[in-house]
């Protein structure tokens, strides 16, 4: 696909995401009744980052390798005969590779307790953040109730709860406690950084400190901003809102293009385990050379595929192996010392496949 094609695509794509949740926005907020009109520069980073994400996530998957994936990922999900167990598997890729990030804690607590906590706080400060930005959740006093407050959802009543409650406490420092798992979760990232002498030595400022110091400012500031109104009667709340305001900004402004970027990514690999889960329960690809097994057939012609889309030609005049792919690993790693030897005139002897 041409490339100006592909960016027009992807572009359309950006754009037809943004004008849905800016619509969604209107409709959401009872044509912008609920909206906060002071909250307008966090709206229109989202809509910016929306546009970011969506045209750059689009330009990935029109990859050949990324697209193939898609492709047969939804396929082989979608499959009538597997559609449950498919979804018993989703459950639980979703409970241990996300939501308890398994794979992480197999190499490092450290590592894992940080990526856990940054991850946790950041989805509550999502949660919470974006619906009260985009005025779809808002609360006001319930009718004749000044002790009570009324939650709406969308312009609709939803929980009624007293002022004065463990439920109100909870509900409004919501960001307290996003903040706190953040600003943990950074601290111990910045430890390992600072004192894993493997991290450091390939790590950069823009993908490894920027997003941990830009997280710990947008909770820090945010954290400033209750402990003002709360116990500092407002004392130079407005300096720290702007500030605050500046932090999110520039983070959501910076989101398609930085490391956090991969926060979009990382779903995929949940097509990519299925795949790898189809492919060890259908036919197995055998060795040209060898015989053995060494990957799964469907794998290897996708990624003979894959190559061709992408302009490499791995095709063989060899009697019997048509393609490289068709190689198993072990064997190509003896291929270098074949062709020496048949150079040598040792080539017979040299090229049985056990030896």
Not at 282 to 311: F, N, P, T, W
Request: hydrophobic share 50%.
């Amino acid at each position: 696909m041409p490339g100006g094609s592909v960016k027009a695509k992807a572009a359309a794509w950006g754009a037809a995401a943004t004008v849905v949740l800016a619509g969604l926005i209107v409709a959401g907020s009872r044509n912008l009744a609920h909206f906060d009109a002071a909250l307008v520069g966090y709206t229109f980073a989202v809509l910016f980052a929306t546009f970011g994400v969506v045209y750059r996530y689009a330009m990935w998957l029109q990859r050949p390798p990324t697209a193939l994936y898609w492709r047969k990922g939804w396929g082989l999900f979608l499959r009538r005969r597997r559609t449950g167990r498919n979804l018993v598997q989703l459950a639980g890729r979703l409970a241990g590779g996300f939501a308890f990030n398994a794979f992480i804690w197999k190499r490092n607590w450290a590592r894992a307790a940080a990526h856990l906590l940054i991850m946790w706080g950041c989805i509550l400060a999502a949660a919470v953040t974006f619906p009260l930005v985009f005025g779809w959740v808002h609360f006001a006093s319930a009718p004749g109730r000044l002790d009570l407050y009324q939650a709406y959802v969308f312009g609709f009543p939803a929980q009624t709860f007293p002022v004065e409650s463990l439920t109100g406490f909870i509900v409004f420092h919501m960001l307290v406690w996003a903040s706190f798992l953040v600003i943990a979760g950074v601290m111990l990232a910045m430890r390992r950084r600072m004192r894993d002498h493997g991290a450091a030595a390939v790590q950069q400022f823009g993908e490894d400190f920027l997003p941990l110091i830009l997280l710990f400012a947008i909770s820090a500031t945010g954290l400033m901003l209750t402990a003002s109104y709360t116990w500092m009667e407002g004392y130079a709340y407005d300096f720290l809102a702007i500030l605050h305001a500046a932090t999110v900004i520039f983070t959501l402004l910076w989101m398609p293009f930085g490391k956090f970027f991969h926060i979009f990514m990382r779903p995929a690999q949940l097509g990519v385990g299925l795949y790898k889960d189809a492919g060890r329960r259908g036919e197995q690809a055998r060795c040209r050379r060898c015989g053995e097994e060494y990957a799964s057939r469907m794998h290897v012609e996708d990624l003979i595929e894959v190559e061709r889309r992408l302009g490499y030609r791995y095709e063989t005049d060899a009697a019997g192996v048509d393609h490289y792919q068709w190689i198993c690993p072990r064997c190509r790693r003896r291929l270098p010392a074949l062709a020496q030897a048949t150079i040598w005139g040792d080539g017979p002897s040299a090229a049985r496949p056990n030896e």
